[in-house]
Nanobody
Framework: QVQLVESGGGLVQPGGSLRLSCAAS????????MGWYRQAPGKQRELVAT???????NYADSVKGRFTISRDNAKNTVSLQMNSLKPEDTAVYFCNGRTSWGTYWGQGTQVTVSS
């Protein structure tokens, strides 16, 4: 059973930065796509950013220019650098990995942006 484990969430003031990391429990295969999604209270889970093995990234309009996604294919990890954080970025952030045979999710890490 492949697991994705997130780390790096926490409480930060508006305008601050956080870095989220996600590591897969195996390096026996490489995810086609890795990414981050988030879910705020009372809202549906939404895409934040994704990145394919060739490093082509896709971002939600709400985070473009503030967030940067990166991955290490050899280590099967994905990271999300979040700058200029806003209160509306508050959510549980989930790591996601997709292969030709399935989709995997982490358990989520809380990010709270508040003064």
């Amino acid at each position: 059973q492949v697991q994705l484990v997130e780390s790096g969430g926490g409480l930060v003031q508006p305008g601050g930065s956080l870095r989220l990391s996600c590591a897969a429990s195996t390096t026996s295969f490489t995810f086609n796509t890795m990414g981050w999604y988030r879910q705020a209270p009372g809202k549906q889970r939404e895409l934040v950013a994704t990145i394919i093995t060739g490093a082509l990234a896709n971002y939600a309009d709400s985070v473009k220019g503030r967030f940067t996604i990166s991955r290490d294919n050899a280590k099967n990890t994905v990271s999300l650098q979040m700058n200029s954080l806003k209160p509306e970025d508050t959510a549980v952030y989930f790591c996601n990995g997709r292969t030709s045979w399935g989709t995997y999710w982490g358990q989520g890490t809380q990010v709270t942006v508040s003064s």
